[in-house]
């Protein structure tokens, strides 16, 4: 079970940071991903981190602007936004798939089976 919270409503340019509680197994097992999805838009894929080697991989909209990590001592994975900008206005969701993937499947919604409640986001301008 995923828990995500942390999100709120945040002035152009400002911060904030997003976590994802995990329950259960351990978020160790897991490759832990963040999604978003603005209104009216499909549900995108936003960063990633792997739990063999600790990679991480983030979507070019985002890139240098948000930072995931994983705490494993505490089963939780984090977003720190920082910049953000009205685009980034939307609902994040936090995922997890259990196994190894490939770059390419770890950007996909397809390969997470597990979701958590989402947390919504607003930048206003």
């Known amino acids: 079970q995923l828990q995500a919270s942390g999100g709120g409503l945040v002035q152009a340019g400002g911060s904030l940071r997003l976590s994802c509680a995990a329950s259960g197994r351990s978020a160790s097992m897991f490759l832990m991903g963040w999604f978003r999805q603005g209104l009216g838009k499909e549900r995108e894929f936003v960063a990633a981190h792997t739990q063999i080697g600790g990679s991480a991989k983030y979507a070019d909209s985002v890139k240098g602007r948000f930072t995931i990590s994983r705490d494993n001592a505490n089963n939780t994975v984090h977003l720190q936004m920082n910049s953000l900008k009205s685009d980034d206005t939307a609902v994040y969701y936090c995922?997890?798939?259990?196994?190894?993937?490939?770059?390419?499947?770890?950007?996909?919604?397809?390969?997470?089976?597990?979701w958590g409640q989402g947390t919504e986001v607003t930048v206003s301008s």
């Open positions: 995922a997890a798939a259990y196994g190894t993937y490939s770059d390419a499947q770890t950007i996909q919604l397809r390969t997470y089976n597990y």
